[in-house]
């Protein structure tokens, strides 16, 4: 049993190493790959060729079976270094020089392996009958010293991807960690061969280490895809850029990508091995094509604009855990030897960019409106005090003078509120916590509102916001009620806003539209105070809209805002408070 079980084991071991070696070649076409199989297919030799010493009974046939596998051991440390060079991108090692060298160390010690002039190799073949019938020679000190210098090699190859496993992150280091296992595996059982643990003390059990690797390898191919792009990718691109970076294989197959890549799609160490398509669509669909995916991971990714230049999208949008951020995607290339290997996507964060291109437009738009309202709305008044003093500088009628102080207020209050607004238009960057109802009490108090009745049925809410531009809503809101005939102004709360309703005669639906643009007045005023409002209620990125109060009058509501938890109150000193009426 021992015997059919050591045979099984090296015909095994054949077969893996050739089916992973054909795998290999499906995966790539690169010389890493070209190197990986050629090692894999050294491995199936040596089993295959020891499977045929078991198999002959005479000693002489056995002996050279195994020095055929023996020899290929010999070469192995090359293939090892020539993998590790090639994988870690270090062709430029490959000098003519090192070539020669390379070319010439296995061929000292395999021709005077197989010539064994005088046994200076080996003195002997020892035939063993226990625990079944096989050959092993009997090794001099000088072989034993040659091989070992050939190994430099292998511990060299070994030092390559050792680095590559500590000082690389996710794939990359799975890619190392699974040919440093697979060589582990071979060092190992080699180690018992000659000991007592084994069953056949001498029979050559590191050949299934050769077995083991095959299966560590095609794991890692399944795991990682080893021969994909990411080495390169990395040593390339990854430490130089700040930007996220997320790298696929000629089949857009997540392979790699970089710490700031993982912040913008949290799950990617769970999707490599996945398509985009699998996982994102919208990072590679086309405009025709839906423009939003779940795709069962946990950032969503809205896709904005393509580009004609690579079958990635252009410009996406990234929602994770509430939060957005807008990114520009360059898909870059990567080739390795001429060959196509896949394509790194590096993406910049331009959302602040987005932000400031939305403020400088709405910064355009204020001038431009700014502009309108100064050579119209400003140029009646100048119109009308120029009249006025004109008649009393000719009439010497004093009354013309009230005229001409009118028309100057006029002016004087167009200028307040287009300052007024060029600023509350602002963003918000130190917003504070503060009690809704004590700011609504502040603009009662400083708003003039005749003998207008006040309701505040306002709770103890907090909101987080600029307190001094809060209160000129209420102030714009309070003044546009009375001065259009509101007799009782009303504040209340909403589940995610408050509203300010009236009984006056409200706004004809159809001018709803516009009445929080520049400019517009139903009764000769400025035609501001509602474009501040609205100006404001942008900056805190709430939700500003009018309908019909429940006594006929305007109503105007404000929603998505910012309400904290009470502990987060911080009292404002000052606030006046006045009771509801």
């Known amino acids: 049993m021992l015997y059919i079980g050591h045979l099984a084991g090296l015909v095994v071991t054949a077969l893996i190493s050739i089916v992973v070696a054909w795998w290999v070649r499906r995966q790539t076409h690169d010389r890493a790959g070209t190197v990986m199989i050629a090692l894999l297919s050294a491995h199936a030799l040596q089993a295959a060729f ?13 002996a050279f079976w ?6 290929i051991g010999i070469v192995n440390p090359v293939i090892w270094l020539l993998l590790a060079v090639y994988y870690t991108g270090r062709e430029y090692w490959l000098t003519k020089p090192v070539w020669a060298l390379l070319l010439a160390s296995p061929a000292v010690p395999g021709i005077l392996w197989f010539i064994n002039p005088g046994g200076f190799m ?11 019938h096989y050959v092993r020679p009997e090794f001099t000190a000088a072989s034993v010293w040659l091989v070992g210098l050939i190994n430099i090699y292998t511990v060299f190859g070994f030092g390559l991807f050792l680095q590559m496993f500590l000082f690389t992150e996710r794939s990359t280091r799975w890619q190392a960690a699974a040919v440093l296992a697979g060589m582990l595996s071979i060092f190992v059982s080699t180690m018992f061969t000659n000991t007592g643990f084994v069953p056949a003390p001498g029979f050559p059990y590191g050949l299934y280490g050769g077995g083991f690797y095959g299966v560590i390898i095609a794991m890692g191919l399944f795991r990682t895809r080893m021969f994909a792009v990411s080495p390169l990718a990395r040593d390339a691109i990854f430490e130089s850029l700040e930007d996220a970076i997320l790298v696929v294989d000629a089949n857009r197959t997540i392979v790699d990508f970089n710490d700031r890549a993982d912040t913008l799609f949290p799950d990617l160490d769970d999707h490599v091995g996945y398509t985009l398509e699998d996982i994102y669509p919208a990072l590679v ?6 423009t939003a995916d779940g795709g069962g991971a946990e950032a969503i990714v809205e896709r904005i604009e393509g580009t004609l230049e690579s079958p990635f999208s252009g410009t996406v949008r990234v929602s994770v855990e509430g939060e957005t951020r807008t990114l520009r995607i360059s898909a870059s290339a990567i080739a390795s030897g001429g060959e196509p290997r896949g394509y ?6 331009i959302s602040e960019l987005e932000e400031y291109a939305t403020e400088l437009e709405r910064k355009t738009d204020q001038l431009e409106q700014f502009a309108s309202v100064l050579s119209h709305d400003l140029r009646n008044p100048v119109s009308v005090a120029l009249g006025y003093a004109q008649q009393a500088q000719a009439t010497d009628d004093v009354d013309h003078v009230a005229d001409v102080l009118i028309a100057l207020e006029r002016i004087e209050d167009t200028i307040d509120n287009l300052l007024m607004l060029s600023r509350e238009g602002e963003s918000i960057d130190d917003p504070e916590v503060v009690a809704l109802r004590d700011v609504v009490a502040d603009a009662w108090t400083t708003s003039d509102t005749g003998t207008a009745a006040f309701e505040n049925k306002l709770g103890d809410d907090l909101v987080r916001t600029d307190p001094s531009r809060l209160q000129t809503v209420f102030e714009n809101l309070f003044r546009n009620a009375v001065e259009h005939g509101g007799e009782t102004v009303q504040v209340g709360p909403l589940e995610r806003g408050f509203y300010v309703a009236d009984d ?29 409002v609205s100006s404001i209620a942008d900056a805190h990125g709430w939700s500003l809209s009018l309908t019909d109060s429940e006594a006929g009058g305007a109503r105007f509501t404000i929603s998505e805002v910012d309400f904290v938890p009470p502990d987060e109150h911080v009292p404002r000193e000052g606030s006046a408070t006045v009771s509801n009426g």
């Open 50 to 62: 020891a499977t045929f010493q078991m198999l002959s009974s005479n000693p002489a046939t056995q």
């Open 66 to 71: 195994f020095q055929l596998w023996f020899f």
């Open 122 to 132: 080996v003195s002997e073949f020892v035939v063993l009958t226990e625990p079944f």
């Open 285 to 290: 669909k086309s405009a025709d094509e839906p």
């Open 344 to 349: 790194a996507l590096i993406m910049r964060d």
């Open 504 to 532: 006056g005669p409200g706004i004809p639906e159809a001018e709803r539209g516009c009445v929080f643009e520049y400019g517009y007045s139903g009764d000769g005023g400025t035609g501001l105070g509602l474009a501040i």
